[in-house]
């Protein structure tokens, strides 16, 4: 399975954003390609007072684009995600597109991030969005896909509710910063890849120092071995890579850790509400 990222500047004019985006993935098409990811809120400025102003309903301008896209590559396209308007509330939504154009999924960003680091990065996206409250996996001639959206892939439970719907792949929109990123970013990729035996793909935003919030980029791919296939640096790029997907049931077979599970540990029993919670710190 090949699969595209697309790495892009993102800039203030939502029509011109949808443009780039289009440009980079018939670039990237080029040579043949099975699948296209955008990151996360291409098509805006990753700022609170941009969401509604630049958000559309289900079957909105850049969804529309992308659907026609899809269909006029042949391929699966990840539409990064876009601020989605339902219901008076904005969503941070990714859309998926079959290579008939239709929409095969779509996965509100579960997790909000709203985090103070002191010293570093403050940003609280409830102040703008509302949660989703959905696992999201899709099927493809490849296999099960699973999508989450950026601080999403922090929660181990949610990457393992993807695996165990069979994902072999989990693929993230993500805009991490220049705080989490350089901490974060190539270790949660690694990691839920170990956690799960699968690939994981993490596709950021080209870096904008001038922006308000600047994105961390170095797009990546990691295996199910935790290794590093691929990873972009901070300019704008697309990156190729063709995903050996044998190479799960290898993993898989050499640590057996998902068929070694012990579930009948796991579940909070006798645990008070408190302590399931983690509102009790050791």
Known sequence: MKIAQIQMHVCDDKRQNIRRACELIRK??????????????????????????????VGGEAQQALSALAKELGIYLVGGSVPELADGKVYNTAFVFDPQGSTVAKHRKVHLFDIDVAGGQRFMESDTLSAGDGITTFS????????????????????????????????????FNMTTG?????????????????????TS??????????????????????????????????????????RIDEVRRQLPILSARRTDLYECRGLSDDEKYGKIHC
């Open 140 to 175: 493809t001639p490849w296999g099960v896909m699973g999508l989450c959206i950026c601080f999403d892939l922090r929660f181990e439970e949610l990457a393992r509710l993807m695996t165990l719907r069979g994902a072999k792949v989990l693929i993230v929109p993500a805009a």
């Open 182 to 202: 350089p901490a974060h970013w190539e270790l949660l990729f690694r990691q839920r890849a170990v956690d799960n035996q699968v690939f994981t793909v993490g």
């Open 205 to 246: 935003p080209a870096r904008d120092t001038a922006a308000g919030y600047v994105a961390y980029g170095n797009s990546i791919v990691c295996d199910p071995w935790g290794g590093v296939v691929s990873r972009c640096g901070a300019e704008e790029s697309v990156a190729v890579t063709e995903l050996a997907l044998s």
């Open 28 to 57: 990237a098409a080029e040579e043949p390609i099975d699948m296209a990811i955008l990151p996360e809120m291409f098509c805006c400025p990753y700022d609170n007072g941009c969401f509604r102003r630049y958000g559309e309903a």
